[in-house]
Each structure stands twice: as structure tokens, then as C-alpha cells.
């Protein structure tokens, strides 16, 4: 049965969280994705076997929003064992966990525009809103199909909501620093429209991007043509250069880097002063999440020691593990790899390159050096244990040493430690 009428029902929203799923959900999700060499690798500091050491950030992997989500997903499927269940484009950015809610018979809508597969929901079926949360008018057009919603989206991306939703309602235009594209901006946007959908919005993603707005504050452009081509697709319907940043408020995607984003802020808030003589036209509010701060600081930490080369373990599409290559890259060899199998011989690795937006094969002789090596592994909050297992032991099989023998290792340290 499909739901045709244009009144908008109440949201279904459904609590899976029962505790006798949650249990089995817990025991489940820890088989997938739970490694014990982590956990032995990261309270070491500094693993090593023979002439190869592996150091771990303090802080890496799975966050507080992405571990919620992936629980509901698959507390859904046990909660509802019969009914079809969507998901919104990806639950997070890791093929890994994808792939294993496919496998559960969990399928994924398309997120960047509502197709027809929207108009054949029906009330007996079940959509997941990932962690990233939807625009309104996806949820909008799920309650009007009366389909169940579970919806994951992460505590402090809703945070950022009500920032940009508090912007529209006090006429004030939201600057999002964040990427127009991405899931989570996509659905901030949305809600800077406020509640009568009058507000407005500009995306932003470069200091370049928020030096040019800044000389729009400043009145130094006129060109509003320009201003369009700069930002295609990042703006409100609507939008007006010479009427939208008279009064302005900065927010940010919550996994973007911390250092820029505040450079950002001080460039706008510098434009407001400069224009009007003080800042009383100028909000901000800093929606960095907790995790993806604790990630970046960690790396920061681990940068201080050692190392003759970085990974960075994480979906290609993931913002806030494209930050930690970031900043990884401007200290030592830094390579952004989605699985172990992108370490394909001692001397060469295939890798995301964030400057040419594709993956490259790297001829490299660091993992190839005689003397010892210490390589550093971190990962970003959509990135499973598992993976990060798969990828020490693949630097110590190149170099010779067996995932029997590390294995060994990190049992008897292990029980040194209990
Ligand atoms: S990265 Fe931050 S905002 Fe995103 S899911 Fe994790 S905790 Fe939530």
C-alpha cells in the first residue's frame, strides 16, 4: 500500500533500542568490527617486533555518533525481521560497513536527489537516517509515505541544526563552512531555511571561498554573477549578495578542520567589523564535534614523536579522515588508504591523493628500508578496529614478520598487562 495523500502524517519514528536487542546487537557489531591487537597495539605506544615498530594514535576510529548508529541499524534489523529496510545513501563513509548492512538486506536509497524509489515507500516499511541526519525534505517525503523511520542522525550534527535553524529565525543569514556535497552539510543547509523556509544560506569550503565573501562584506564587488559562478549549488533559492550578509552567522560541518574554521570565523568577523564599525551583526558558533577534535588532537600528539611515515585509514569520501591526512601531510610522508590491500609491496602504495581528488600508486621506498622503521596508523571516526588490524599486520607481513608471530606478541604482552 503506498500512502497518496498530500496531508502530512505524524513521524513514525520507531525506538529499536529495546535492551534484549541491544544485547545480542552489542555481542554482534563487536564480532564485526572489535580488534584485540588494537587495543594491546594502542595502550603499547610504541609495538614493535624485530626492526618494524607501529604507533597508534590515542584517539582513532569508530566516535560515539558512528557506533549509535551502526547499533541501530542493526538492532532495525532484528526489531523488524520481515519488513523491507532502507537506508538513506550510507549509514556512514566505510564500504566495510556497508557492505555488511547490505548484506543484511538493508538497502540504500540515493541521497543526493529523492528518485522514484522515495514514491514506492509504504507504511510497513522501515528507512534509516544515517548518522550525517537528511534534508527536511526527505524526511518530509518519508512521513508523507508513512514508512517507519529509525533515525541515527548524531546528537551533535542536531546541534548544529538548531544553531542554523535559531540563525533563520533571528534573520540571520547562515556562512556554513563545510562541503555543499556532503550528506551532513546537505541536511545543515536545509534547516538554515528555518521553519518557514525564508532564511538563507552560503556554503563555504576555502579560506579563498571566505576571503572572497569577506570582500563581498566589505563592499569591494558589485558582480553578482561572479558571486553565483563562485558558489553553484552551496546557495539558498533566492540568495542576494547585496541583501543576504547584512547580518551573518557562522557554523560548521562538525568534522571539518578545527585550525581553519576558526581562521574562517576571524576573516568574516574582521569583514563585519571593518564594514559596520563593530561585530554586532556577526554570530558564530563553534559545531566541531567532540570526536573529530579528539582525533585531530591525538594526531597532533603523535606527530610530536617519531615517525617515517603516517597511514590514514578511512573512506575515501570522509571528511573528517581527509582532515587527518591534512594535517598529517605537512609533516612526513602520509598516505590515505582505504583497506590494507592498498599497502601492495614493500614499495608501493595506492592511496587517495586530496590534492588530485583520485587515488594514485605511489613508488615509495620507506616501507623497503633495511634499518628500523616506525610507522604511524590513525583512522578516521567511520573507520572500523577490524580494518585497522588488517593494515598492522599487513606493514609487518611486508616486512617479513607473520600475523602468527604478531599475534604471539600481543598475547604475551597481553598477559603481561593482566
Ligand atoms: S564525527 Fe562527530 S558529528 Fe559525526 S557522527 Fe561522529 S560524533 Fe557525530
Not at 571561498?209 to 563562485?230: N, S
Not at 560548521?252 to 576573516?267: A, G, P, V, Y
Not at 603523535?302 to 579522515?321: C, I, P, R
Amino acid at each position: 500500500m503506498t500512502a497518496t495523500t498530500g496531508k502530512k502524517p505524524k513521524p513514525r519514528r520507531v525506538n529499536v533500542r529495546k535492551p534484549e536487542v541491544m544485547e545480542r546487537v552489542e555481542a554482534e557489531v563487536a564480532e564485526h568490527y572489535r580488534s584485540n591487537l588494537v587495543e594491546v597495539v594502542r595502550s603499547q605506544g610504541l609495538f614493535t617486533i624485530g626492526n618494524t615498530s607501529v604507533t597508534l594514535a590515542k584517539q582513532f576510529g569508530f566516535c560515539y555518533g558512528v557506533e549509535r548508529a551502526i547499533d541501530l541499524a542493526y538492532a532495525s534489523r532484528r526489531v523488524f525481521p520481515e519488513s523491507r529496510i532502507f537506508l538513506i545513501g550510507e549509514i556512514i563513509h566505510n564500504q566495510e560497513v556497508n557492505r555488511q548492512l547490505t548484506e543484511m538486506g538493508i538497502v540504500s536509497l540515493p541521497w543526493q536527489e529523492m528518485g522514484e524509489h522515495y514514491d514506492e515507500l509504504t507504511p510497513e516499511d522501515v528507512v534509516i537516517v544515517p548518522a550525517f541526519g537528511a534534508p527536511v525534505a526527505f524526511m518530509d517525503k518519508i512521513e508523507r509515505q508513512g514508512a517507519q523511520t529509525v533515525d541515527t542522525t548524531c546528537g551533535d550534527v542536531m546541534k548544529v541544526w538548531r544553531r542554523v535553524r535559531g540563525f533563520a529565525k533571528d534573520g540571520v543569514t547562515s556562512i556554513i563552512h563545510g562541503k555543499a556535497s556532503h550528506e551532513e552539510t546537505k541536511a545543515t543547509a536545509s534547516r538554515a531555511l528555518g521553519d518557514d523556509k525564508t532564511g538563507h544560506y552560503v556554503v563555504i569550503l576555502t579560506t579563498e571561498d571566505a576571503e572572497f565573501l569577506c570582500e563581498w562584506i566589505r563592499g569591494e564587488h558589485a558582480d553578482t554573477e561572479a558571486f553565483y559562478a563562485r558558489f553553484p549549488d552551496a546557495l539558498s533559492e533566492g540568495f542576494d549578495p547585496t541583501v543576504h550578509l547584512d547580518r551573518v552567522g557562522v557554523a560548521n560541518q562538525t568534522t571539518m578542520l578545527k585550525s581553519e574554521t576558526e581562521d574562517i570565523q576571524k576573516r568574516i568577523e574582521a569583514a563585519m567589523e571593518a564594514r559596520d564599525g563593530n561585530t554586532e551583526k556577526f554570530f558564530v558558533f563553534d559545531t566541531i564535534c567532540g570526536a573529530t577534535q579528539e582525533r585531530q588532537d591525538a594526531l597532533f600528539e603523535m606527530l610530536k614523536h617519531k615517525m617515517d611515515a603516517l597511514l590514514v585509514v578511512g573512506g575515501y569520501n570522509s571528511s573528517n579522515t581527509a582532515h587527518l591526512v591534512e594535517i598529517g601531510e605537512k609533516e612526513l610522508p602520509t598516505f590515505f588508504i582505504r583497506t590494507s590491500d592498498c599497502l601492495q609491496s614493500l614499495e608501493e602504495i595506492i592511496h587517495f591523493d586530496l590534492h588530485q581528488k583520485t587515488e594514485v600508486s605511489s613508488k615509495t621506498s620507506i616501507l623497503a628500508q633495511d634499518e628500523k622503521i616506525i610507522v604511524g596508523i590513525t583512522a578516521g571516526a567511520s573507520c572500523p578496529n577490524n580494518l585497522i588490524e588488517e593494515t598492522i599486520l599487513r606493514v609487518f607481513d611486508l616486512r617479513g614478520i607473520s600475523a602468527e608471530d604478531v599475534q604471539s606478541e600481543c598475547q604475551k604482552l597481553a598477559a603481561e598487562a593482566s
